[in-house]
């Protein structure tokens, strides 16, 4: 059994740190396996357009340094801490409506894929490669801020295309989805270090058996649990950090809401 982080953005699209520092930070807490899925927007859109003009995507121009970046810090990763790090994206279709807003998590990539296609066409492309999909923070937070509520509204549709639904994304945890009878992941959805107390994976696979493939068909087959995070270990902040989070008591809380394997 292996703890595990599904969704952790890069300052390759609008995280903080960059792809070696998040290694570092989760392989000095023993993580299992991770995973970096930065934003992949659609070209043709507004807000896509945005996002690459503030340089918080993904592009075809960017993408084969990403994949090189991941590669080698794999490698370091396995050999420095003992942890599976997988390529990941989120392929993220904005609208100014939550009802037309989607954001797809594909983990094990090893191509580009275009964000302005339809979602059954993306997931077409993402499964094609292998890869893991999961329907990221699909129901409201609860909050006021951006909601992505298209997949949810289409599940019975898409549910034949999902590997997973995000049962839990930082530190929210969506009865709604842990009642569907979807099958589940839980991740971070982290941008910055301060924000990782919250909702994780453990992954039901051996220590000997942490290679990507295993891991992927683990969250397949729903061998997984989730556990509420709470970090320990102390961080460098910045001397200004206007996104403070608390620090916790250092132990994992199982929960309902887990399907064991």
């Not at 792809?19 to 859109?45: K, Q, W």
């Not at 996002?51 to 990763?77: D, G, V």
């Not at 709470?230 to 001397?239: G, L, N, S, Y």
Request: glycine letters at 6%; hydrophobic letters at 40%; aromatic letters at 8%.
């Amino acid at each position: 059994m292996i703890l595990t982080d599904f969704h952790i953005h890069s300052n390759f699209s609008d995280g903080r740190h960059s792809i070696p520092e998040i290694v570092d930070f989760y392989g000095s807490r023993g993580f299992g396996a991770i995973a970096i899925t930065d934003h992949l927007c659609e070209e043709s859109t507004f807000l896509g357009k945005a996002a690459a003009y503030l340089e918080r995507t993904l592009t075809p121009a960017t993408f084969p340094l990403y994949l090189e970046i991941l590669r080698s810090e794999a490698e370091r990763a396995r050999k420095q801490y003992g942890m599976t790090v997988i390529a990941g994206v989120e392929i993220t279709k904005n609208s100014l409506s939550n009802h037309r807003s989607a954001h797809i998590v594909g983990l094990g990539v090893s191509e580009f894929t275009r964000a302005d296609d339809s979602i059954e066409d993306i997931l077409k492309h993402l499964k094609n490669q292998g890869a893991v999909t999961i329907a990221a923070h699909p129901v409201s937070t609860g909050k006021l801020e951006k909601q992505t509520l298209h997949l949810w509204d289409r599940k019975e549709e898409l549910a034949p295309l999902f590997d997973a639904w995000e049962v839990g994304s930082g530190r929210h945890f969506f009865e709604e989805v842990a009642r569907s009878g979807l099958p589940l992941v839980a991740s971070t959805d982290l941008h910055r270090f301060s924000q990782m107390n919250g909702w994780k994976t453990f992954v039901h696979v051996k220590k000997s058996e942490r290679k990507a493939e295993a891991i992927l068909d683990a969250i397949r087959s729903q061998k997984v649990s989730f556990h509420d995070y709470h970090d320990a270990i102390p961080f460098p902040r910045p001397a200004l950090d206007l996104f403070p989070g608390a620090h916790g008591t250092g132990h994992l809380d199982a929960v309902s809401a887990a399907s064991s394997a």
